[in-house]
């Protein structure tokens, strides 16, 4: 009976399970939706259409912050990131304004700031998956 005991507890990993799963399920379906809305959304080469789907992009980073902040993940990597966003969100706002005063939807400055929020925004992705993905402080295999 004792050598059962044994094999049981060697088949299911030997892992402490009064601990919560580390995998965030709900922070892993706002990545998919980050990472589609980034995408899909961009897919178009014309920057003004790819700027609305940038906007929503922002909705999705901030229900990230918000779950982040939930499982105390917060690091500076993933702050810097968010804060690349933001910065790069103003710019791209700043650009869009500029853009429609002088009518041009192809303004240079403006297709440079949405070509930057794309990238800030896959930084952010990164970051965020990199906080997903790590076993929190103390979680692992239980001593046997």
Do not use: I
Not at 49 to 74: K, P, Q, T, Y
Not at 104 to 113: E, K, M, N, S
Not at 120 to 129: D, F, Q, S, T
């Amino acid at each position: 009976m004792a050598s059962f005991a044994v094999l049981a507890a060697f088949a299911t990993g030997c892992r402490n399970d009064s601990a919560p799963a580390w995998g965030y399920p709900d922070l892993r379906t706002t990545l998919g939706s980050l990472s589609r809305a980034l995408e899909e959304g961009c897919a178009a080469t014309a920057p003004e259409s790819c700027a609305a789907e940038l906007d929503r992009l922002g909705e999705l980073s901030e229900r990230a912050f918000a779950e982040v902040l939930d499982h105390r993940l917060l690091d500076s990597r993933y702050v810097d990131a968010k804060n690349e966003l933001d910065r790069a969100r103003e710019l791209r706002v700043a650009a869009a304004a500029e853009a429609r005063a002088r009518q041009d939807p192809r303004y240079l400055p403006f297709r440079r700031a949405v070509a930057a929020e794309r990238l800030a925004g896959r930084r952010l992705l990164a970051a965020l998956e990199s906080l997903r993905t790590a076993p929190p402080p103390g979680d692992g295999p239980a001593p046997v």
